[in-house]
């Protein structure tokens, strides 16, 4: 059983001292020559998130975050990160959390109050969970891998003995992105285990016969997830084949890892005034900077690397690696990978909600966390 020893989050002064000297000579290009943003982020955006970064205050943010019980746990070898938030409703569900790229534990900050404490937040005793949010391999406060193979099936085994050395032999699992990815292979590995399953972004793709006879819903569908591989995927396929290459510029550069992760906040969220705007710039710096001081520009990128040579390479294989748990799918329409309804039957057998929401996009911790909690609640009725 592995050792569960609490941890502190601090940065050491020269880190941030070294932080503010680099984001004081930053050295930026001339602006796009285009008014989209088909040419990557614009001069005037990543200009204003760097402009906040400056104004950053990361002292009191750990502040803020270690009020959270936050832990380390040496798991097949690896050091792991997690927050772990027990309720105090005594019958409250296990619940595990999984991010994404580019993603954070942040993605959950502001759900965590709600899902532990619906009373003290409106909500029914019923409605608990035991929050646990771990940082993915070689992401935040999770320590980098030094020899290959930390791809979503061996990280989705580890969170198996995590949920174990913790104390929980039934729980529910819920995540988007890669977190997606990994509570897919969770759900799989241990599925007597899994009380439930919740996605934002279900791994399911469409079969070639679904082209030829997909309804409108579908095809708008299909041609966003095409236009989203030849012109928005660009990032995936560098980090996927060459992430040192890249790495070099992620840990040498703020303003490269604030314009690497920043367009994706952009990009993959709902900015529509009516839905809130998107991430807030300030959402997007916390996550920039804890990136930046955990230095993981470089290990987070080669997470593409190992989960591309892992994952599923058609729709046909991962059908053929169904899911037997209870899951429920939310879709926030931002984002860029929708997946169609009865594309998703086929891998996931046990599909009992399916929610199309109206706002929000691929961060809805960060973007709609009310709705976001509604959604896992009423998920994990059934557990």
């Known amino acids: 059983m592995p050792d569960i020893e609490p941890f502190i989050i601090h940065a050491p002064d020269r880190a941030l001292a070294d932080l503010h000297a680099r984001l004081a000579r930053v050295r930026l290009p001339e602006p796009e020559t285009v008014s989209d943003a088909s040419q990557g982020i614009g001069l005037a955006r990543l200009t204003t998130l760097l402009q906040t970064w400056r104004e950053h205050d990361w002292r009191a943010r750990e502040i803020r975050w270690n009020t959270i019980p936050h832990y380390r746990a040496r798991l097949d070898g690896l050091e792991i990160g997690f927050w772990h938030v027990r309720s105090p409703e005594p019958a409250a569900l296990p619940l595990l959390l999984t991010h994404g790229w580019p993603g ?94 919740h996605l934002t972004m279900p791994s399911a793709s469409p079969l070639p016969e679904d082209r030829a006879r997909a309804t409108p819903e579908e095809q708008g569908m299909l041609d966003r997830r095409d236009l989203h591989l030849s012109d928005g995927y660009g990032f995936g396929l560098l980090m996927g084949t060459r992430p040192q290459t890249l790495g070099y510029s992620l840990l040498d550069s703020p303003a490269g890892l604030a314009a690497w992760l920043g367009e994706k906040f952009a990009a993959y ?115």
């Open 104 to 197: 954070s534990i942040l993605e959950f900050e502001k759900v965590i109050g709600p899902l532990t404490d619906p009373v003290a937040h409106g909500g029914s005793a019923s409605d608990a969970f035991h929050v646990v949010v771990p940082s993915l391999p070689g992401f935040g406060f999770s320590e980098r891998p030094r020899e290959p193979g930390w791809h979503p099936g061996r990280t989705a085994s580890a969170w198996a003995g995590l949920m174990t050395a913790l104390g929980y032999e039934r729980f529910g699992a819920h995540g988007g992105d890669w977190g997606a990815c990994v509570s897919t292979e969770l759900a799989r590995l241990v599925p007597g285990r899994v009380a439930g399953l």
């Open 269 to 383: 969220a709902d900015e529509r005034p009516e839905s809130g705007g998107g991430v807030s710039l300030a959402d997007q710096v916390d996550t920039i900077a804890l990136y930046w001081l955990t230095g993981t520009g470089a290990s987070s990128a080669r997470w593409y690397w190992e989960a591309m040579r892992w994952v599923p390479r058609s729709a046909e294989e991962e059908n053929a690696l169904p899911v037997t748990v209870p899951t429920a799918v939310s879709q926030f329409p931002a984002d860029p990978w929708p997946t169609a309804l009865r594309w998703a039957e086929r891998r996931y057998r046990n599909l009992h909600r399916w929610t199309e929401l109206e706002r929000g996009g691929h961060f809805p911790g960060l973007e709609q966390p009310d709705l976001l909690v509604s959604e896992i609640r009423k998920s994990f009725r059934h557990a």
